[in-house]
């Protein structure tokens, strides 16, 4: 055991495109390094993401499954919603309706 | 008195409004880019969901010519039919070299993925030598 707790959970807010991805990439990053494998991503305050903002949550995802761990996502808004779809992702990713939903799922 | 203030037809009119825009090939003014996208979509009735597309494929196509490298500016030119937006994204100059082929430039990745999916035609030239330039349109009511 490393003491890292069963679930961490990070809040994201505002507009996650090319200009403020790479802050959301050094925050999993960071998370990941210290041991964080089982991660929930809240996006519902999220009005906006582009294809780098999915790129970082790929990554993510990436790094964690080679630790058996796993990403799920909070998304309630129909258009953030509708990217996921058009690019399959709603079917790598577990996505969710409520944090508690996610974090009971992981 | 009655008064009735109509739209402008611009139908009737083969020349489409021109609005054009110039942005520093960075991360930072992408959203310029996109909100004045929104803003001249919203001039034309598009629906809140095809707005939002629109915003989205702008951003993606700025993305696309900041990434694949040049020189200068991203120019965006939106052409403002009446039954649909025309938007052109360009960058000039040479790309970077790990674009080096148009094939491998032109795959474009996640992003000329989600244009191609969210708007109606599509036109993407990643030519090595003299630079990239997508053109985007959505039809009004499609």
Redesign the interface.
């Known amino acids: 055991m490393n003491g890292a707790p069963a679930v961490s959970v990070i809040d994201l807010n505002g ?1 996650i ?3 403020t991805s790479p802050k959301v990439k050094e925050t999993l990053s960071e998370l990941i390094d210290k041991g964080h494998y089982s991660i929930v991503i809240n996006l519902e305050n999220v009005r ?1 993401i ?3 903002g ?2 970082v949550l790929i990554g993510g995802l990436k790094r964690v499954r080679e630790h058996s761990g796993t990403v799920h996502l909070v998304c309630t808004n129909p ?1 953030i919603k509708k ?1 996921f779809d ?2 399959g992702l709603a079917k790598i990713f577990g996505i969710y309706d409520s944090e508690k939903a996610a974090c009971d799922n992981l | 008195m009655r008064q009735s203030v109509s739209r402008p037809e611009r139908g009737d009119d083969p020349r489409p409004a021109i609005v054009e825009l110039r942005i520093p090939a960075v ?2 003014f ?2 310029v880019a ?1 909100l004045a996208a929104a803003g001249i979509a919203t001039r034309l009735d598009f629906s809140i ?1 095809d707005i ?1 597309d629109l ?2 494929a702008v ?2 196509a ?2 696309c010519c ?1 990434q694949n490298g040049g020189t200068g500016d991203v120019h965006i030119t939106c052409e403002v039919h009446r039954d649909r937006i025309v938007i052109v994204v360009e960058r000039s100059g040479a790309l970077e070299p790990v674009r080096a082929t148009s094939e491998d430039a032109e795959l474009g ?3 000329v ?2 244009i191609r ?2 708007m109606d035609d599509v036109t993407y030239v990643a030519d090595p030598p003299s630079g990239t330039k997508l053109t985007l349109v959505k039809h009004l009511g499609k």
Do not use: M
Request: aromatic letters at 8%.
């Open positions: 507009e495109d090319v200009y906006y582009d294809s780098t999915l790129g258009q990217i058009i690019t | 991360p930072e992408v959203g996109r969901e939002e915003k989205l951003a993606e700025c993305n900041i990745g996640l992003g993925f989600l999916a969210l």
